[in-house]
């Protein structure tokens, strides 16, 4: 009885290495799942959610913002400073100023949500790096939309 | 026998550039093997592929200070990594790679190998020892307990080999089987040799003796720089020896179809080798007593046993 037990054991366990090894071959022929940064990506979830930004009218190539403010006043962490004046012979008030301190931004996206005119949204870049701090604790979000001013 | 100093020295040269470029390629080759086992790439950086990633490691090694703990025992300390390299030298020699290649024919090539592979595990204790460190010291231990539960077997192994055979000589064994590989005959007596110079070659599953996630790193916790280096490429040479000595005694040396001996010879030991990190990269480190029972009571009675057969078969 027990000889029989110990052959048992012996064959099985030897099969069970052969299954863990037939585990880590096939492992081998399966696709790495390295992305090897930065010579290639991995694809951005649609939802991602990088700092705000500010989204241009199609028509003039200008900030859509009204500079209503609406976002400063709603943000939790107080990061969004906003000033706006009219342009000369407009009738609205357009943002001359709009700055975010995304070392404080928690990205809640609530002044995404609030924007009446739907002029911010996240964007989709997450390389961001930088010697000083100072590069985010005042980000332009107007500097690469044009001006009326 | 006539010897002169002109060939020793050629030899010696071969042999050096063989270990030395072995190590280079098996490093780089584990890593790789390591990598892909887990869905990684493994080096991608240093040349194509990574293929200079070593080399890059050892100019990174021999740059750096050997650093000596102050209460070790300071020239076993130094000598621990040179004895366990330099027998290296000395077994690679009776080492058949095809029927002309071979550094010198000698009638107990085998003994030879057997006997100075043995000297491994003097270095690792000798290292143990000097460095005046508990976990280095428990790594030194561990080595020297596990000999004899691998040792025996191993033995029986290639005695069941040598009764086949009648010789000693790698040279011999290997022309022997011409026609019939040995692995054909002793299947079984093939694994029981694999697992014991996985054993032998201190290699996960059984890496007892350096066993990171309990002794740190073992016997070498204490050494850098090159120190460390030279048992980096002793513990390579010992899988290119045991593979090669597996090539002879299981896969017929340099015997096979088309290609030429020396050729046939290398892809057989890398081949070896190339299992014996399949085993790495798979299996989890066993406990030390899991290890001393398998040894003891698989290993031992299988190749015993497996040794009455062909004794009782060859005498038919």
């Known amino acids: ?149 | 026998m006539n010897i002169s100093l002109l060939s020793v020295v050629g030899y010696l040269v071969a042999i050096a550039a063989l270990v030395g470029l072995n190590a280079v390629i098996l490093v780089w080759l584990e890593r790789k093997v390591a990598g892909h086992m887990q869905f990684r790439l493994g080096p991608m950086e240093v040349g194509p592929h990574g293929i200079l990633q070593t080399l890059a490691d050892g100019i990174k090694l021999v740059s750096k200070q050997l650093v000596i703990p102050d209460e070790a025992d300071k020239p076993l300390f130094l000598l621990a990594p040179i004895v366990s390299l330099v027998p290296i030298f000395a077994a690679m020699v009776p080492l058949p790679f095809s029927e002309t290649v071979q550094a010198w024919e000698l009638n107990i090539g085998l003994l030879l190998i057997i006997a100075l592979g043995l000297l491994n595990t003097l270095g690792i204790l000798l290292a143990g020892w000097g460095s005046n460190n508990k976990y280095a010291l428990l790594g030194g231990a561990r080595a020297v307990a596990q000999i004899l539960a691998y040792k025996i077997p191993l033995l029986i192994c290639v005695m069941t080999i040598i009764m086949m055979t009648g010789s000693f000589s790698l040279r011999d064994i290997a022309i022997a089987q011409k026609d019939t590989w040995n692995v054909l005959y002793q299947p079984i007596l093939f694994i029981v040799y694999i697992i014991t110079v996985t054993l032998e070659t201190n290699r996960s599953p059984f890496d007892f003796s350096e066993a990171e996630s309990e002794l740190v790193a073992g016997f070498h916790t204490e050494y850098s720089g090159m120190g460390f280096s030279l048992f980096f490429l002793a513990e390579y040479s010992y899988m290119f020896i045991a593979a090669g000595l597996a090539t002879v005694l299981f896969l017929g040396g340099w015997h096979g179809p088309w290609l030429p001996g020396v050729a046939w010879t290398l892809i057989k030991i890398y081949s070896i080798i190339f299992l014996m990190m399949w085993f790495r990269w798979t299996f989890p480190r066993v406990r030390i007593d899991q290890m001393l029972s398998f040894g003891w009571k698989i290993l031992l009675p299988l190749s015993l046993i497996n040794f009455i057969i062909t004794a009782g078969v060859l005498a038919l």
């Open chain 1, 1 to 149: 009885m027990m000889e029989c037990c110990y052959i048992k054991e012996v064959v099985k366990g030897f099969f069970s290495l052969c299954t863990g090894m037939r585990v880590t071959m096939g492992n081998v022929f399966t696709r790495p799942a390295t992305v090897q940064w930065p010579r290639e990506s991995a694809p951005l979830p649609d939802r991602f959610r990088g700092h705000i930004m500010m989204l241009a009218d199609d028509a003039t190539g200008y900030p859509k913002c009204i500079a209503c403010t609406s976002c400063a006043r709603n943000c939790p962490s107080q990061c969004i400073i906003v000033t706006g004046k009219k342009p000369e012979g407009a009738k609205k008030k357009m943002a001359d100023r709009f700055e975010l301190d995304f070392t404080k931004c928690s990205l809640c996206g609530l002044c995404v949500e609030i924007c009446p005119v739907g002029a911010l949204d996240f964007s989709r870049d997450y390389a961001l790096a930088s010697y000083t701090r100072n590069d985010f604790t005042t980000m332009d979000l107007l500097q690469e939309l044009g001006s009326p001013f």
